[in-house]
């Protein structure tokens, strides 16, 4: 972010972190090594992001959120002194506030050209947006249900998650510009899924059944456009090229089958003063998950997939304003995410303390970054949300 709210270009950052000692560099294109995508330095990845003014941290598996703290702590000083030094800040905020979505914007990596092409200017939006993602570690046996869960509770997350209401130099209609501007990507293909699963299989023919938009291809990638059944029914099963097409499936939770975990997706960045809410609150009700499952069957009936599919829609737009489909729902979810981490023994529910102090004062990040701009413009929201 550069100072007057235009993005900046992280594609210079990734080049002076390269050059730091120890650094491991990656290349777009090994060959020809034309465009860095990642440096690893220590024990942390930094990659460019569909949006060439966004820089993801990967962090390494952590035992807590204590452990995962310390290593946040450790990565991203790095990344906002080199940022500094290029005269840019780096924002705890989830969208671009001024720049909006354009091909310029869009970092050239093969595989995002091909999938600009064969999806047109919705795959642009993720060029603008910056998320909290949490991958938890998910035995088999869980797997089902942490996938119906997680994408079930996406409309409670982004409720006290949400934090990118100003995008394209102004308030917009979401307060979570992110979840709201990604849809159009289109039911199933993004946010939460249309109903529960009875198996991992059930869940895979539904993947299988979404548009493929790109395949590897003679060291470069391909356009598709075509469901992925009928990739198989031509070629049979194809492990490799299942993964290319599910990893660009946006669902609101989706297992990471090489990592044997579950990442949940719909947090916005968060705020520097509470960087770690949105993790707490993520594990937490992972954690609960099947406390979780009976608290909304009773309180929405046996089938909750549509009332909270509602639900989604108002939080995106409204927030912690939209009405809850059943009283006391968020309090009720909180408090079993916070049993839950209380049980792990780490003190990790402290973590939740800023999700608390949301839903007591109905007021999110998203609500702050508003107010800033309306009485600030965009220099007050970067100064109140600037690492």
């Not at 570690?137 to 949400?162: C, T, Y």
């Amino acid at each position: 972010m550069r100072p007057d709210g235009r993005a900046g270009d992280a594609l210079g950052l990734l080049q002076t972190l390269g050059a730091m000692e120890g650094a491991r560099v990656t290349y777009d294109d090994p060959v020809r090594r034309s465009l860095v995508v990642r440096v690893d330095l220590g024990d942390t990845g930094y990659e460019v992001e569909v949006g060439r003014a966004t820089v993801e941290a990967v962090l390494p598996p952590a035992r807590d959120l204590t452990e995962l703290e310390a290593i946040s702590a450790r990565a991203l000083p790095r990344l906002i002194e080199t940022a500094a030094a290029s005269g840019m800040f780096l924002l705890g905020y989830g969208i671009q506030p001024r720049t909006p979505k354009q091909p310029a914007l869009m970092t050239p990596k093969r595989r995002y050209l091909t999938l600009y092409r064969a999806i047109g200017r919705p795959w642009l939006h993720f060029a603008t947006t910056a998320s909290d993602q949490v991958q938890v570690d998910i035995a088999r046996a869980e797997l089902v249900d942490g996938i119906n869960m997680m994408n079930l509770l996406s409309a409670p997350i982004i409720a006290l998650s949400a934090n990118s209401s100003v995008y394209g130099g102004r308030v917009g209609r979401y307060c979570s510009g992110r979840e709201g501007l990604l849809g159009a990507l289109g039911a199933g293909r993004h946010g939460m899924t249309p109903r529960r699963f009875a198996t991992v299989e059930e869940f895979i023919e539904f993947i299988s059944g979404q548009t493929c938009y790109m395949l590897p291809r003679d060291r470069g990638f391909a356009a598709y456009r075509r469901p992925f059944t009928s990739y198989l029914a031509m070629h049979g099963a194809d492990l490799r090229a299942y993964l290319w097409h599910e990893h660009y499936t946006w669902n609101s939770a989706r297992p990471r089958f090489q990592n044997a975990t579950i990442e949940v997706r719909p947090a916005c960045q968060q705020p520097p003063d509470e960087p770690l809410a949105a993790a707490a609150l993520i594990l937490g009700l992972v954690e609960a998950m099947t406390d979780a499952w009976t608290f909304l069957r009773d309180r929405l009936g046996p089938d909750p997939w549509p009332v909270m599919h509602a639900y989604r829609r108002a939080v995106i737009r409204d927030g912690l304003r939209a009405p809850e489909p059943a009283r006391g729902l968020l309090f009720g979810l909180v408090d079993l995410a916070a049993g839950a981490l209380r049980r792990r023994g780490s003190g990790e529910e402290r973590y939740l303390h800023p999700i608390h102090d949301r839903l007591a004062r109905r007021r999110l990040p998203a609500d702050r970054a508003a107010s800033h701009f309306r009485h600030g413009g965009i220099e007050a929201l970067i100064e109140n949300f600037k690492l």
